[in-house]
């Protein structure tokens, strides 16, 4: 069975571009979280997408926005990128909800030069 | 504001050696969660504890949740090389509620 499955695998963009990720969860998995592991910071919760629709968000400004595809893909992006936007962006699936089992890609590392 | 504290954040030991990393906060969650990443790979689920005083057990490793549900503790047992990776807590307060991760603790075992 494939696992979580995260695109590109490193992106690289120049500050005030706007960068776009992509997630494909297991299959069976409708729920998709986006967290942001930045050096030093630990992971920092972005987005939580269960049946399409935004079930939570974390505290992070509106640049950082996303959507869940009927298919229970999602893409996350980033408007305005800023150099301290640079962090291995990783998104993570589960059962319906079940926060509590949480299964992660492999992440896109993310360089604003 | 970090809710989850882990301690210590680097450790670096001897093959064969013990260790225990601790995950603690102010707040009660309904579960806790150990995760282990790999450089290069997305963290990886090794045990939730649910129950208040609880210990499981996963071959070397050790995992107990606090009685009053706001801490927890990872004990390794004659760590090996493989050990090697960056340990993560992470809890829920309730259901609902996304994941949030301490910054994690940075396990070196060299042979």
């Known amino acids: 069975e494939a696992g979580v499955t995260q695109s590109p695998t490193h992106l690289i963009k120049t500050r005030g571009q706007q960068a776009t990720l992509r997630c494909s969860p297991i299959s069976g998995h409708t729920s998709v979280y986006w967290y942001q592991q930045a050096l030093g910071l630990g992971l920092q919760f972005l987005l939580w997408y269960d049946e399409g629709e935004e079930r939570n968000r974390g505290n992070f400004p509106p640049r950082f926005s996303g959507r869940q595809f009927p298919n229970y893909s999602s893409e996350l992006n980033v408007n305005a990128l800023e150099l301290e936007d640079s962090a291995l962006y990783l998104c993570?699936?589960?059962?319906?909800?079940?926060?509590?089992?949480?299964?992660f890609g492999s992440g896109t590392q993310l360089s604003v030069l | 504001t970090q809710l989850l504290e882990q301690s210590p954040q680097f450790l670096s030991i001897q093959e064969g050696e013990n260790l225990t990393v601790y995950c603690n906060s102010s707040s009660v969650f309904s579960s806790l969660q150990w995760y282990r990443q790999e450089p290069g790979e997305g963290p990886v689920l090794l045990v939730t504890v649910v129950t208040g005083g609880e210990v499981k057990k996963l071959k070397r490793l050790t995992f107990q949740f606090g009685d009053a549900r706001k801490d927890s503790s990872l004990h390794i047992t004659a760590a090996q090389p493989g050990d090697t990776g960056l340990y993560l807590c992470a809890g829920s307060h309730q259901a609902g509620t996304a994941l949030i991760f301490g910054k994690g603790t940075t396990l070196s075992v060299s042979s």
């Open positions: 993570a699936s589960s059962r319906q909800g079940a926060v509590e089992k949480l299964f």
